[in-house]
């Protein structure tokens, strides 16, 4: 129950105060805050404990202070809006730095920093970063605390908007502080928005600075943000650390930190699946997540919607954690047609990142509605009208809210061991080339069709939108080392599988389009068409037909009942042309050749392979 508004001018406990641990562990812990208190010298420590009354007070006091925006109770009842500072709304990946002690274990695909040099650097911009503010210390578990593949961290923080996100994206309190306590290892990370106020100093709604930095030190588990408030460039333990770090931590163990989301598929005779999809930013994870089919016979349950956590089991398959607590998803394109599961979780208890503002006090953006209401507050705060050009909500506006809210979440959704994995998908965005579903022919080629992702960029990070680029894994932002090492990697961890046991592979394309323009596959709910032949595939109920690419479906095993996919659409959809293929080849080897000799021979010779069949088509 949430205390009566106003409470917290009159704490029944005050706040933000140090939990009490003996120890030299938690000794340490208190060392690194004092000593990262004296480098940014913030007016005040809080302690976060992830309590319901603190959270309380920490939305209050945003909303006393303009930073959020309360709305309609009635309507959407306990959430609030925040509006960023128009030049921080989406990760930075030019200021995002991998700062490995080795040039090359950051490889040819991040930035890679000096990390003695960027050490200095973070220094100098971190010191006094805090003047006026106060630091929060956010002890957090990624995974269920104490969970056999769980892994915990801290993070300073100057935002309160970022402290509310991460209560939200993990599992925060001084449980993980007894974790650290007693021993257990944990990731040291420091977030300032870079914005010391002077004394008397007018503050702004959405604190940031122009010069921005998010550094990951992979051999010291250290995290160093600067200058941004923004998602993934904020919450330190979403791509950071359960990305970027993590996937150190898994190279170094034998295990894989992933861009997938995570559902349980039932099908018509009550056998459960387990699939991890990798789709990059904006290309449909959250949606596919929630799936809701429309085939009949056939449930998803929600596992997760962004991150996965793979380790090999004693049993010889892959198991998976989804290792977040919540969604931050893309607001724009959800609504009853597309993501009616979505609709539904974001009923309350929700932190909307800009999209617009009703006149009745609740929340709108494109594809929520049909059509747009007749007058708005744009994601900016100005008037807002249907005629208008630009868009109403920021196209990489946000949702933040609890997993467990979502109505379809599995009841295994946060069991500390995971589930056992049936299918991996690969993902992008591509009008042309790639088909609606390929099937792998195995592991190696699996992990070939990962290595070859390419996709029409999103506003999910700064770039031109709709350009093509690369995106092995949809990894490209968030591997923390080589990503050819990172092909190794996946290329190994398969072999420590049953090889009767690892998961089944393929590569989906939702997004292919006509030559007028339009997408040829209705997606949304009826991509369960596609994960329903999937299941039967993996179940021996359904022959492919070999292509130069790999298996593709009989068209009529397709279920389409009750949808309109002309005939002509369907030839397109699983068009394979050789000469364009041949020329995806070639970028595929510029590709490769980016990274000097290290990839796997393996891919290379499946890239031959791959030639070969299609001379011969
Ligand atoms: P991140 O949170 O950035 O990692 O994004 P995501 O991969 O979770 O993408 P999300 O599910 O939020 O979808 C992004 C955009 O793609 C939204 O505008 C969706 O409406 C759209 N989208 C998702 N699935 C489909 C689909 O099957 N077909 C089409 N045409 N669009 C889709
Ligand atoms: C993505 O860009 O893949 C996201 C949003 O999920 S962020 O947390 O900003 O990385
Ligand atoms: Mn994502």
Redesign the pocket.
């Known amino acids: 129950a949430r205390p009566p508004r106003g409470a917290h001018v009159a704490p029944v406990r005050s706040f933000g105060q140090r939990p009490e641990y003996s120890g030299k562990a938690f000794a340490d812990l208190v060392a690194w805050v004092d000593e990262t208190a004296a480098l940014l010298k913030p007016d005040n420590i809080f302690w976060v404990d992830g309590s319901a009354e603190e959270n309380q007070y920490l939305l209050d006091l945003q909303v006393s202070e303009g930073r959020l925006i309360k709305l309609n109770e009635d309507l959407r009842p306990g959430s609030y809006l925040a509006r960023s500072h128009p030049s921080d709304v989406a990760r930075t990946e030019g200021r995002t730095f991998i700062a490995s002690e080795r040039e090359e274990d950051a490889g040819p695909t991040n930035n890679w920093a000096d990390p003695a040099e960027m050490r200095e650097k973070m220094t100098g911009l971190f010191d006094g970063a805090m003047r006026g503010r106060t630091m929060y210390v956010v002890p957090f578990s990624m995974g269920p605390v104490g969970g056999p593949l769980s892994q915990i961290g801290v993070q300073v923080t100057d935002s309160t908007y970022a402290v509310v996100s991460i209560e939200i994206m993990t599992r925060v309190g001084d449980d993980v502080v007894r974790e650290i306590a007693n021993g257990q290892e944990w990731v040291r990370t420091i977030h300032s928005v870079g914005a010391p106020l002077e004394p008397g100093q007018q503050d702004e709604a959405w604190p940031c600075n122009d010069d921005k930095y998010i550094v990951h030190y992979p051999e010291a588990l250290e995290v160093h943000s600067y200058g941004s408030g923004y998602g993934g460039n904020a919450i330190l333990a979403k791509k950071c650390f359960a990305l970027r770090i993590a996937s150190v931590l898994g190279r170094d163990n034998g295990w894989l930190a992933e ?1 997938m ?1 995570l559902i349980r598929v039932v099908n018509p005779e009550g056998k459960k699946f387990h699939v991890a999809a990798a ?11 929630m799936l809701r089919p429309t085939i009949p016979g056939y449930t998803v349950e929600t596992l997760g ?2 991150i996965s956590w793979l380790r090999p089991g004693n049993d010889g398959r892959l198991w998976a954690i989804n290792p977040e607590a919540g969604f ?3 607001a ?3 609504g009853e047609s ?2 009616v599961t979505a609709v539904e979780t974001l009923w309350g208890n929700t932190i909307f990142t800009n999209v617009a503002l009703r006149p009745d006090g609740d929340v709108w953006w494109e ?1 929520l509605t049909d059509e747009a209401p007749e007058a708005l507050t744009d994601w900016q705060g100005n008037p807002w009208t249907p005629d208008m050009e630009h868009p109403a909500a920021h196209p ?1 506006s ?1 949702f933040t809210v609890s997993a467990a809210q979502c109505p379809q979440i599995s009841e295994d959704w946060d069991a500390p061991q995971g589930v056992p994995l049936d299918v991996i998908l690969f993902g992008g ?1 591509r009008a042309t080339n790639v088909p609606l579903v390929v099937e792998a022919t195995d592991w190696t080629h699996g992990v070939f069709l990962g290595s070859t992702i390419s996709s029409e960029r ?1 506003a ?1 990070a700064e770039g031109l939108v709709g350009e093509l680029r690369r995106d092995p894994f ?1 990894m490209l932002p968030f591997c923390g080392y080589n990503m050819a090492d990172y092909f190794g990697h996946w290329l190994k961890v398969g072999a420590s599988l049953r090889f009767d046991r690892a998961p089944r592979i393929f590569q989906v394309n ?2 292919r389009k006509g030559a007028d323009g339009r ?1 040829l ?4 709910g ?2 369960s068409r596609v994960i329903d032949w999937i299941i039967r595939r993996i179940e021996g109920q359904v022959d492919a037909v070999d292509s130069p690419i790999g298996r593709l479906p009989k068209t009529a095993d397709l279920n389409l009942e009750g949808i309109e996919v002309s005939d002509q659409d369907l030839a397109e959809l699983f068009d394979v042309n050789a000469a364009s293929w041949a020329h995806e080849a070639d970028l595929t080897e510029t590709f490769y050749d980016t990274f000097d000799g290290r990839v796997p021979a393996a891919l290379t010779d499946e890239l031959n392979a791959l030639r070969t069949r299609l001379e011969a088509a």
Not at 279 to 289: I, V, W
Not at 521 to 524: E, I, K, S, Y
């Open positions: 861009h989301l789709f990059p930013s904006a290309c449909g994870k959250t949606n596919l997540a919607d962004d931050f998803g893309v724009p394109g959800t597309t993501n594809g990489n946000r965005r999103t999910a949809a939702w997004f997408f596959w209705p997606g949304f009826d991509n």
